[in-house]
């Protein structure tokens, strides 16, 4: 079904649930995993190092912690038995969903698995939403994985019944020549 999954880690617990997730997605679909982590120095330049500093320290600190997430995610797959390439994006201002559809594309992955906050109203209004967004604009299926947190405050799904409705709708999406967009994700038990 899915050969070629797309992740993007950030080494925070919310991007580990999509992590192991994929890995989950990539053992049954026998996929092989490409993560990827965007380091946009824009982002964090502060304004208040001078640019020898920001070159010499801050950049290749930002370099060095995207290495160091993507080796632990790789082994992570690894020890799982999955196979997982690695892809540190260095991206001056553009948007994480732009890098990661572009990403996906040029890849040629068939799914792109996402952990997520799972924010709603006034949050989600002010802090904008990646992962809705790659949903949104993605040209190939988003599963989209919910923290902890927001996991907990919905009522769980069967994983079984879960398995079987995303083997079900990718199916028939692709049978149509369409696409599935999976908005919503199961809890594991």
Known sequence: MYERILVPIDGSPTSARGLDEAIRMAKLTHATLR???????????????????????????????????????????????????????????????????????????????????GRRGATRLLLGSDAEQILRLASVPVLLVRSDEAAHTHAPTERGASEAALEAGSKTAVDAGGMAAVASVFERA
């Not at 946009?40 to 500093?53: M, Q, S």
């Not at 370099?63 to 797959?77: F, H, K, P, T, Y």
């Not at 001056?92 to 996906?104: E, L, N």
């Open 35 to 117: 993560l990827i982590h965007i380091v946009d120095p824009i982002a964090y330049a502060g304004g208040f190092e001078t640019v020898a500093t920001f070159l010499n320290d801050v950049l290749p600190r930002m370099r060095n912690d995207g290495e160091r997430i993507l080796a632990q995610g790789s082994v992570q797959a690894s020890d799982a038995g999955v196979t997982a390439e690695t892809d540190l994006h260095e991206s001056y201002g553009a948007r994480t969903c732009d890098v990661v559809i572009d990403s996906a594309l040029a890849w040629g992955a068939d799914l792109i698995v996402i952990g997520t906050h």
